[in-house]
């Protein structure tokens, strides 16, 4: 029987060598696809886990059949392939020109 006192533990807080976490292959906002099912989108989200495995959520660009947008898929890191920058693009698309009153009457005063 024990007299009521508990043990201390040492906790080791130090991670494993075997654990060892490394950077992730792609950027939030990189267009990417699966290679297996042609699935792609744009990265929303990304987690490393314990074991060593990033993952990360896709976000596809399309809407599905009723307009809405379709929902993310999370995938491992060595199932997906980078298509381009995505959002992280530096090309910045030029506005489109919509017009206005002031096109239509330059001279007019306000």
């Keep these: 029987m024990s007299d009521g006192k508990r043990k201390k533990r040492k906790?080791?807080?130090e991670k494993p060598e075997s654990h060892n976490t490394y950077d992730f292959i792609f950027?939030?906002?990189?267009?990417?696809?699966?290679?297996?099912?042609?699935?792609n989108g744009i990265v929303a989200h990304r987690?490393?886990?314990?074991?060593?495995?990033?993952?990360?959520g896709i976000i596809p660009r399309d809407l599905?059949?009723?307009?809405?947008?379709?929902?993310h898929k999370v995938f491992d890191?060595?199932?997906?392939?980078?298509?381009?920058?995505?959002?992280?693009?530096k090309e910045?698309?030029?506005?489109?020109?919509?017009?206005?009153?002031?096109?239509?009457?330059p001279n007019v005063s306000r």
């Design 92 to 105: 910045k698309t030029k506005p489109k020109e919509t017009g206005g009153p002031e096109k239509l009457w």
């Design 27 to 39: 950027e939030l906002g990189d267009h990417v696809e699966h290679i297996i099912h042609g699935y």
């Design 47 to 56: 987690s490393q886990w314990l074991t060593g495995c990033n993952t990360y």
């Design 11 to 13: 906790i080791d807080c």
């Design 77 to 89: 890191e060595n199932q997906l392939i980078k298509l381009n920058d995505g959002l992280n693009s």
């Design 64 to 71: 599905d059949k009723d307009g809405a947008p379709k929902e």
